[in-house]
Structure formats: structure tokens, C-alpha cells
């Protein structure tokens, strides 16, 4: 009987994360679209756990990374965020099935900035120039 009550609150704790998860993806979707990306991908979320020892206690803790993929001038590209923090960077470049980090991640950039960025000599991931169309929308 024991078994059947955890087995019936442990699932319903799981119903309930559910919608808290898919609840800040939308979010970070809307976010993107008032910056201007009018065609961000699906919403994906990445969870990282961790465990540090301080003394003889272990602190356990838990993120979760939000990634949305974005095209701009041919290039697709993941921005990133951490779940319930403000803002958001620049992740990767996804280009060939590769998907090289983004140097120097720029944070919160609206659409006409990542236009400028893809535009400017900064440095670039490897591939970059293979997708970088500067006469696409």
C-alpha cells in the first residue's frame, strides 16, 4: 500500500515539474521574438547536476539550461539561458553537424545586433563562413 501512495505522489510530482519546465522555454521563445528572431526553433532544456564536498558535507545542486535555435543570414544558431535567471547569450554555432561554442558568448543581443556581429571581423567559430549568406533575411 506504502509503495502504491510514493509510486502515486512521485508521478504526480513529475506532472507537475512538466508544465514549470515547458512554462519558462515559452518564455524564453517570447523572449527571442521580442528581440526580433521571428523564427526561433523548439525549445529544448538541459539539466546539469553537481556535488561539491565542503568539509565532511556533500552540497548537491541542480541547473537547467534552456537552448532555443535561431537562422540569421544562414547561419543557425543556439542561444542559450539558464532556467528562472534573466537574459540570455549566444551559445553555438550549428553548422555540418558540428556545433562549435560561440566565443566569447554575447549576451542578450536583439537580432539586429547578431546581424552586426555575424557582419563585423570578430572572431568566428570554425564553419562560420560555410553557412554566413549576408544577402539572406
Not at 514549470?20 to 521580442?34: G, Q
Not at 523564427?39 to 537552448?67: A, C, F, L, Q
Not at 542561444?79 to 535567471?85: D, P, T, V, Y
Request: include cysteine; glycine fraction near 6%; charge should be positive.
Amino acid at each position: 500500500m506504502k509503495k502504491r501512495i510514493v509510486s502515486v505522489l512521485l508521478a504526480l510530482g513529475c506532472v507537475a515539474a512538466l508544465p514549470a519546465c515547458s512554462s519558462n522555454e515559452d518564455k524564453f521563445v517570447s523572449e527571442l521574438k521580442a528581440a526580433g528572431f521571428s523564427n526561433p526553433g523548439e525549445p529544448s532544456t538541459e539539466k546539469e547536476k553537481k556535488s561539491k564536498k565542503v568539509g565532511k558535507r556533500t552540497i548537491k545542486s541542480s541547473s537547467s539550461t534552456i537552448e532555443v535555435v535561431v537562422r540569421v543570414k544562414g547561419c543557425d544558431l543556439e542561444m542559450a539561458k539558464i532556467s528562472g535567471q534573466s537574459g540570455y547569450w549566444l551559445d553555438e554555432l550549428h553548422v555540418n553537424g558540428q556545433e562549435p561554442d560561440w566565443p566569447n558568448y554575447p549576451e542578450n543581443l536583439n537580432r539586429e545586433q547578431v546581424v552586426k556581429l555575424l557582419a563585423d571581423s570578430s572572431t568566428k567559430p570554425a564553419g562560420f563562413k560555410e553557412c554566413y549568406k549576408p544577402n539572406e533575411a
